[in-house]
Every structure is written in structure tokens, then in C-alpha cells.
């Protein structure tokens, strides 16, 4: 594969950049879509980014924005340490463009395994979020809401921020809680509460994150459905 440096935009959850990455970082950064996103690239190199776009300052500016960082080294599940996180922020107003981390996998030959046990964060447990007081949602979304993890990254199996959660709530009939997550193309999807395998600083998820399987009566259905589990509608 070519070394070669190209100029690219990658967005991020407040902002984008423009930087010249490797056909290798182009890659990470490819989602599926048309556009290249920063999170999965990790951090780059400042003097590889000419200009940075603050969606709070509704500005772009030349050169790179501040980048902060961190080495935790924390295991966060059996065969999974998270060895990087860090922030892309703005200069001027310090609103975060970007954030991302970096996992690693001891045995690349084995699988993610079980979560590390959470002790210090009150939402590790499906029985401790329940006991959360919650409030309405408006009427056409059939999900009650919790407000406190909201903004957390979401990551997949493939340790890639796949976006970032917006709500914690649970299913009209009370049988369960889920997480709407904004993923990073800026669309909305409801995540069971069966397929989350640790919150902790970030969500992890059990697999990879699929289309949305809300049917329109309100119901968030197993992955893999095609007929929605509450009253068999075909889902689309």
C-alpha cells in the first residue's frame, strides 16, 4: 500500500480538519461513507494539519488545533487495554473537535473476552441504571430518557468510535433499557441494553454497530431481526 501523503478533510464531532494522511490513516478513517472521520485515525502529527473548522466558533482557522492527550494503559476487558485517549481543541474558544483513543490487543490471535468489572461509576450494571430517577421524552418517541452518561464515546468490537451517546432510556413497555447513540455520520440508533459490554469512561459494545432496529411502534428489536419482537411488523 502507498505511503504517499494526501490532503484530506476528517470531521469530527465538533469541527473538521484538513491534514495529509497516509493512504493507512485514509483507511482507519473510512467508515463507509463518503466522508473520512478523525476518531479512528487517532492522533496525528500538528504540522500535518493546515487548517481546523470549529462548528462552535462557526469558523476556520489556520493551522492545527490544540491537541491534548493521555497514556491510562487501562485494561478494559479481558484481551483489550486502552492505551491513548486524547482531544482535538479548538484554539480559540477550546470547544473539543474531535476525540479518539487507541486500543490494543496483548494477543492478536485471541479474542475480546468479558468486561473488566466497573466499581466506580453507579451506571456498570443494568439493576443500578434502573434505580435512576428519568423524565419524559416528547410523545413521539416512545423512550423515557436518563441524562447521565450522555456524551460518552461509543466503540465497536473493532475498537472503533462508532459515535457518541445522546440518551439512556428504556422501552415504552418497561422491558428493557437502551441507548441512542448519535453514530458518526450524524444519524440516530438505539442500542439494547444486552448488546453493551462495559460503561465505564467510554461504552463498548458487545458487537458491531448495525442499523437502526426501532420499529415504528416503539419497540428496539434484537440485532439481526427482521420482523419486529412486540407486534411483527417487517422491519425496514
Request: include cysteine; hydrophobic fraction near 30%.
Amino acid at each position: 500500500m502507498s505511503s504517499d501523503l494526501r490532503l484530506k478533510k476528517l470531521r469530527g464531532s465538533g469541527g473538521f480538519i484538513m491534514a495529509t494522511v497516509t493512504d493507512d490513516q485514509q483507511r482507519k478513517g473510512n467508515l463507509g461513507g463518503p466522508d473520512l472521520f478523525l476518531a479512528p485515525v487517532g492522533r496525528l502529527d500538528s504540522e500535518k494539519i493546515s487548517k481546523h473548522y470549529c462548528n462552535t466558533c462557526e469558523k476556520e482557522y489556520e493551522g492545527s488545533p490544540k491537541i491534548e492527550y493521555e497514556n491510562p494503559n487501562e485494561i478494559v476487558a479481558e484481551n483489550l487495554v486502552l492505551l491513548e485517549k486524547g482531544q482535538y481543541i479548538c484554539t480559540t474558544c477550546g470547544s473539543v473537535l474531535a476525540e479518539y483513543r487507541n486500543f490494543s490487543k496483548p494477543d492478536e490471535a485471541a479474542s475480546i473476552g468479558a468486561a473488566i468489572p466497573v466499581t466506580n461509576t453507579n451506571v456498570s450494571t443494568p439493576q443500578s441504571a434502573q434505580s435512576f430517577e428519568f423524565q419524559e421524552k416528547p410523545k413521539d418517541t416512545g423512550v423515557k430518557t436518563f441524562s447521565s452518561i450522555t456524551g460518552l464515546g461509543v466503540y465497536d468490537t473493532e475498537a472503533r468510535k462508532v459515535g457518541v451517546v445522546k440518551e439512556m432510556g428504556i422501552q415504552p413497555d418497561q422491558s428493557s433499557i437502551v441507548l441512542v447513540v448519535t453514530r458518526n455520520d450524524g444519524t440516530d440508533v438505539t442500542v439494547k441494553w444486552d448488546d453493551i459490554r462495559k460503561i465505564g469512561e467510554i461504552v463498548l459494545l458487545g458487537s458491531l454497530l448495525e442499523s437502526n432496529l426501532k420499529c415504528k411502534c416503539g419497540y428496539t428489536n434484537s440485532q439481526g431481526s427482521k420482523f419486529c419482537e412486540s407486534c411483527g411488523n417487517k422491519l425496514k
